[in-house]
């Protein structure tokens, strides 16, 4: 009952909501999209009550086809979510995005190591491959074979209807769009792939050290964008030697986060956000290949 009356209710809202911005007055809108709903702490979460059983791989699949990912408790809060939400008031076990890696498990979706875990008694089991959320275990996690049907919990980036898709990270702290779960490519068509993207959607110009720390916090907190590497910037001496400009912009740099010992080259003439050095910023040989960090500006 309450499922429906939730979707009712979310329907009412986006019609209230879709006459207002008609009118141009501003609204705030629903951090998710639905099928997602809004956690505060975690974020958006599909129907947890929900169990939609199917098998681990269709899990990966169901969530990829929605715009999200299969839930990864990477943090105390997430897990803390399971139990709140799941202990109780229902009798399924949920996937978790969790794989054996040889002798240990790791995120299935960043395939990052476990950063926190939260394993049952005499868990895991490295005779299986997968791992859920077990009733049995009160929702710690246990290892299970994969081909079993258990519920799935899909979880997907707040505010994910505010970017240009799926694929778009919104960095509330700077209230505006990014994206960096791109292919490699050399910095001439990383400026092209940011452009194609979008009307305000360039290669990201970092003007202060406000906005450079957050994004490269940013970068560093998400699974994808850790998983790439180096990302590059808009920033280049292409035109003269030691003489920075931004490239969409066109404003000369003032501010710089430069690694140490860089820049290092004559002629390396475009600059990225360096995997190795915590993000910090190289100076690299332009062809080379990068992951184009794009940003969408305000309207
Ligand atoms: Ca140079």
Request: charged residues 20%.
């Amino acid at each position: 009952m309450s499922v429906v009356m939730t979707t009712q209710y979310r329907e009412v809202l986006r019609l209230l909501l879709g006459s207002i911005l008609v009118l141009g007055v501003p609204a705030d809108l629903p951090p998710c999209e639905e099928p997602f709903i809004y956690f505060p702490g975690v974020g958006c979460m599909t129907d947890p009550l929900i169990p939609h059983p199917m098998n681990y791989t269709q899990a990966i699949e169901y969530c990829q086809s929605i715009g999200g990912y299969l839930l990864e408790p990477s943090t105390d809060e997430i897990q803390g979510f399971i139990f709140d939400n799941l202990f109780g008031s229902v009798e399924y076990d949920y996937w978790l995005s969790l794989r054996r890696n040889g002798s240990e498990f790791i995120w299935d979706h960043s395939q990052q190591p476990l950063s926190f875990d939260a394993w049952g008694v005499d868990e895991p089991n490295l005779n299986q491959d997968c791992a859920m959320a077990s009733v049995e275990h009160s929702f710690f996690w246990a290892t299970s074979q994969c081909d079993v049907e258990r519920g799935v919990i899909c979880n997907a980036p707040e505010r994910l209807g505010l970017c240009s898709g799926p694929k778009w990270t919104f960095v509330e702290q700077l209230d505006q769009c990014f994206l960096w779960d791109t292919d490699s490519m050399s910095w001439e068509n990383a400026v092209d792939f940011c452009k194609s993207q979008g009307d305000r959607v360039h290669l990201v110009e970092i003007l202060n050290s406000k906005k450079n720390e957050i994004l490269k916090e940013a970068l560093s907190n998400d699974p994808i964008a850790y998983s790439k590497g180096s990302f590059w910037m808009g920033l280049n001496d292409r035109e003269r030697e030691g003489q920075y400009i931004w490239e969409n912009s066109g404003l000369e740099a003032s501010f710089f986060d430069w690694s140490e010992n860089q820049p290092a080259g004559d002629a390396q003439d475009c600059t990225v956000m360096y995997y190795g050095g915590n993000f910090q910023w190289y100076d690299s040989d332009c062809p080379s290949f990068f992951y184009p960090l794009c940003e969408e500006d305000a309207e």
